[in-house]
């Protein structure tokens, strides 16, 4: 594995996902994310080329650094955003989108946290101005980012959270929020019962009809924000039909009735932020306030499970089918688990998970994806 010159500001993070590569003692990790199947199905906007390496985050040890790189050594822990390239052999970054890894965090939990945490940070406090008194309602809420959200409104005095999770996930996540609806339940008249004029801030990773009835929650000089549309990933490939019927459902918004509501709509995307729009510094600024929460242990990556490099299919079916709590983490010193005879999967027609598989969780642990 050959190392070509790297410019000057661009820091080289070594991520050894085989064996053939430069040796490395340490264990490193990277997160998988539902944008990762999303970016499998072809379901984005401008979907890179193929051949393609995968991974928006990864966790490792710095191996070279460009001339003008200050703050970093070789045989640093870091944690890292890469656009695309972090299930690769080596991850080449920009400096401005590495981070030092705390002492007492480990690099799976490294490789838990950027994209979660910063997502959740961003949309609650610098879209959304949560505040001390106010109301969340998050859909997804066993989800890596849904845990974030419940974390860092724990941090402010009386935030209450209303989230929305499949019934299988409800033990395990029951103390992270105050309020926990199923998710194929009518959520909004649940809401309504328990506040009836509804909450202030909407975080909706779902689109579809669930923006109307996320817009028709929000109290006055709320702001509801859209951050994904996994409505739209169904079956196992991409589907013209639920992208269609998923923009179908949304709700056209009318400014004037935004206007006469005092509503605000808004949409956030933490890849485009860094990559596109270059906000890395706005980015390093909040990871340096996530940092210091987490040192204070005010907030804690949730890890659903590890993977080995082999097993990249069935973690993606693990997340197909919404069965995570928490974030899946590729681990390189991780050894395949071998398959037994009862791992299997139902699944809806809609490829989600049935309504059957509450306390079964376990046994969504290795399920065949990619044929």
């Known amino acids: ?15 050894r996902l085989s064996a053939h590569c430069l040796p490395i003692t340490k264990p490193v990790c990277t997160g998988l994310n539902f944008i990762d199947l999303m970016v499998r199905q072809g379901n984005i906007d401008n979907p890179p080329k193929t051949p393609l390496v995968p991974g928006f985050e990864c966790s490792g040890i710095i191996e070279a650094l460009g001339d003008s790189v200050k703050g970093f ?33 480990s690099f799976s939990e490294a490789a838990a946290f950027p994209m979660n945490f910063v997502t959740a940070y961003m949309m609650l406090f610098e879209v959304a101005n949560l505040r001390e008194g106010m109301s969340v309602l998050v859909h997804s809420a066993g ?8 974390q860092l409104c724990s941090t402010i005095p009386n935030v209450t959270v209303f989230g929305t999770a499949s019934s299988f ?10 309020h926990l609806f199923d998710r194929n339940a009518d959520y909004v008249q649940e809401v309504k019962r328990i506040s009836t004029e509804g909450v202030d801030i909407v975080l909706d990773c779902l689109c ?20 994904g549309s996994s409505n739209m990933v169904t079956g196992e490939t991409k589907s013209f039909f639920s ?31 860094l990559f596109k729009q270059n906000r890395g510094g ?18 804690k990556p949730v890890v659903d499970s590890l993977w080995a490099l082999e097993e990249v299919k069935e973690a993606m079916q693990r997340i197909h089918d919404r069965g995570n709590i928490g ?24 490829g989600e998970e049935e309504e059957d598989h509450e306390g079964d969780n376990e046994n969504k642990e290795r399920m065949p994806f990619i044929q």
């Open 143 to 150: 989800g890596g980012v849904g845990q974030a959200v419940a």
């Open 243 to 273: 992208f269609a019927k998923s923009w179908w459902q949304v709700e056209k918004v009318n400014p004037i009735k935004l206007y006469e509501e005092n509503k605000v709509i808004a949409g956030f995307s933490l890849l485009n932020l």
């Open 1 to 15: 594995c050959n190392l070509m010159s790297l410019p000057n500001s661009w820091g080289l993070c070594h991520i």
């Open 208 to 227: 579809g009809e669930n923006t109307g009835k996320g817009l028709s929650l929000l109290k006055p000089l709320g702001t509801y924000i859209l951050y």
């Open 169 to 178: 996930k409800h033990e395990a996540i029951k103390d992270s929020v105050t």
């Open 73 to 105: 050594e070789i045989g640093d822990r870091v944690m890292a955003f890469v656009n695309y390239n972090a299930w690769a052999e080596v991850v080449c970054t920009p400096v401005e989108f590495v981070y030092k890894i705390p002492d007492d965090m």
């Open 327 to 350: 974030k899946l983490i590729l681990d390189v010193e991780k050894a395949p688990t071998p398959l037994m005879a009862n791992d299997s999967t139902e699944t809806s027609e809609a």
């Open 282 to 299: 706005l980015i390093k600024s909040v990871m340096d306030k996530l940092i210091n929460l987490y040192n204070n242990k005010k907030i």
